[in-house]
T-cell receptor
Framework: ETGVTQSPTHLIKTRGQQVTLRCSSQ?????VSWYQQALGQGPQFIFQ???????GRGNFPPRFSGLQFPNYSSELNVNALELDDSALYLC?????????????????FGPGTRLTVT | AQSVTQPDIHITVSEGASLELRCNYS??????LFWYVQSPGQGLQLLLK??????LVQGIKGFEAEFKRSQSSFNLRKPSVHWSDAAEYFC?????????????FGGGTRVLVKP
């Protein structure tokens, strides 16, 4: 069973540029969530994709956008990069089973992409 | 809105000693609670989770956690710490609903293990 993979591992961008981060979900999972982890802090929820549609969003501006593809892999796009966007970006996949809300499906995290904005 | 507080930013413990990490949560309904561990340069690994039932939950690597509804706490414990337990630990509460299955994390506790 292949785990969650992310690419690239590290990335350096200049303020104002755009960046695309990629995530391949674990086999059998249909949901991908993205989190931002600033240095010294816990991860913060950016958004989630289920069956190619956004399925929830945290407190992030519209310049953070995403896509999910038919094979359930996902991209996170950030436009007009700011210095504060420097962080570790984590992708997590899960199997979203709508079972009446009786359980929260476990999210499996990838190793992350370290983005530095200069 | 849900929130998680981990009061201890750093904890130093001697190898072989016991460890307890504190976690307090705020959530309006029955909480789904998790503990994750993150080693340097790594992603998050799930140690254990609580959904319902027995309030004492066993996890991997010899960790356990106890859910106390009256105290809104979900503290993580390990009876005897190994040097490999040095890492950052995150408590999280899960929300399931229209906003997706999102996790809200605490700020983390960094554990240092002395030989």
């Amino acid at each position: 069973e292949t785990g969650v993979t992310q690419s690239p591992t590290h990335l350096i961008k200049t303020r104002g540029q755009q960046v695309t981060l990629r995530c391949s979900s674990q086999s059998g999972h249909n949901t991908v969530s993205w989190y931002q982890q600033a240095l010294g802090q816990g991860p913060q929820f950016i958004f989630q994709y289920y069956r190619e549609e956004e399925n929830g969003r945290g407190n992030f501006p519209p310049r953070f956008s995403g896509l999910q593809f038919p094979n359930y892999s996902s991209e996170l796009n950030v436009n007009a990069l700011e210095l504060d966007d420097s962080a570790l970006y984590l992708c997590a996949s899960s199997s979203n089973r709508f079972t009446g809300g009786s359980a929260l499906d476990e999210q499996y995290f990838g190793p992350g992409t370290r983005l530095t904005v200069t | 809105a849900q929130s998680v507080t981990q009061p201890d930013i750093h904890i130093t413990v001697s190898e072989g000693a016991s460890l307890e990490l504190r976690c307090n949560y705020s959530y309006g309904a029955t909480p789904y609670l998790f503990w994750y561990v993150q080693s340097p340069g790594q992603g998050l690994q799930l140690l254990l989770k609580y959904f319902s039932g027995d309030t004492l939950v066993q996890g991997i690597k010899g960790f356990e956690a106890e859910f106390k509804r009256s105290q809104s706490s979900f503290n993580l414990r390990k009876p005897s710490v190994h040097w490999s337990d040095a890492a950052e630990y995150f408590c999280a509460v899960g929300a399931y609903g229209a906003a997706g299955n999102k996790l809200t994390f605490g700020g983390g506790t960094r554990v240092l293990v002395k030989p």
